[in-house]
């Protein structure tokens, strides 16, 4: 059984950091490429990263230089650290397997002052 599960959300002030893990059980993510998405309520889901098989890896540009995606493939855990949070960035963060079905059911991060 597919299961994707995050943890790691919470509420952090303006200028802080946060990391978000996503824990897999049901498939090897080495063999997949993995996703990082987020929403906001009332918005559709928005891409924030990707991390492909090679680790090659990509960033949405509201993100590009605070957040970082990895992966540990021997934990099966796809991780995002988020750094320099602004309140823009409150939503809740999702992971996904590709461009799947495979969802998990998210945390939430709350950045206010």
């Known amino acids: 059984q597919v299961q994707l599960v995050e943890s790691g959300g919470g509420l952090v002030q303006p200028g802080e950091s946060l990391k978000l893990s996503c824990l897999v059980s049901?498939?090897?993510?080495?063999?997949?490429?993995m996703k990082w998405y987020r929403q906001v309520s009332g918005n559709e889901r928005e891409f924030v990263a990707h991390?492909?098989?090679?680790?090659?890896?990509n960033y949405a540009d509201s993100v590009k230089g605070r957040f970082t995606i990895s992966r540990d493939n021997a934990k099966n855990t796809v991780f995002l650290q988020m750094n320099n949070l602004e309140p823009e960035d409150t939503a809740v963060y999702y992971c996904?397997?590709?461009?799947?079905?495979?969802w998990g059911q998210g945390t939430q991060v709350t950045v206010s002052s």
């Open positions: 996904r397997r590709g461009l799947s079905d495979y």
């Open positions: 049901g498939f090897p993510i080495r063999l997949y490429n």
């Open positions: 991390v492909g098989v090679r680790d090659d890896s």
